[in-house]
């Protein structure tokens, strides 16, 4: 059974930095996308970062996230810096992404999600 689990959400002030971990269980998918998404309150979830065999961000993360991954230990990483209180929502880990690596139904598995909450 695949399972997902994220970690490292939190409250952080503005300019702050955190890091959230996607550790894999069940299974591998380092020749497909992971992907990190982000929903807040009363919006559609939404991509942030993706990772095959290249990185993909979304425009307002550019610059300020890095995804990376560690395949020994199943795990991606998604780097945040310089946080914005627009950038508070719970983002959720996604595995076995498509072609389509920004797009939430190219994925077929996902974790529960983490909180990440930036105060101004």
């Known amino acids: 059974q695949v399972q997902l689990a994220e970690s490292g959400g939190g409250l952080v002030q503005a300019g702050g930095s955190l890091r959230l971990s996607c550790t894999i269980s069940g299974r591998t998918f380092s020749m497909y996308p992971t992907g990190w998404f982000r929903q807040a309150p009363g919006k559609e979830r939404e991509f942030v970062a993706a990772i095959s065999w290249t990185t993909y961000y979304t425009d307002s993360v550019k610059g300020r996230f890095i995804i990376s991954r560690d395949n020994a230990k199943n795990t991606v990483y998604l780097q945040m810096n310089s946080l914005k209180p627009e950038d508070t929502a719970v983002y959720y880990c996604?595995?076995?992404?498509?072609?389509?690596?920004?797009?939430?139904?190219?994925?077929?598995?996902w974790g529960q999600g983490t909180q990440v909450t930036v105060s101004s």
């Open positions: 996604a595995a076995q992404g498509g072609l389509v690596y920004y797009r939430v139904t190219s994925y077929n598995y």
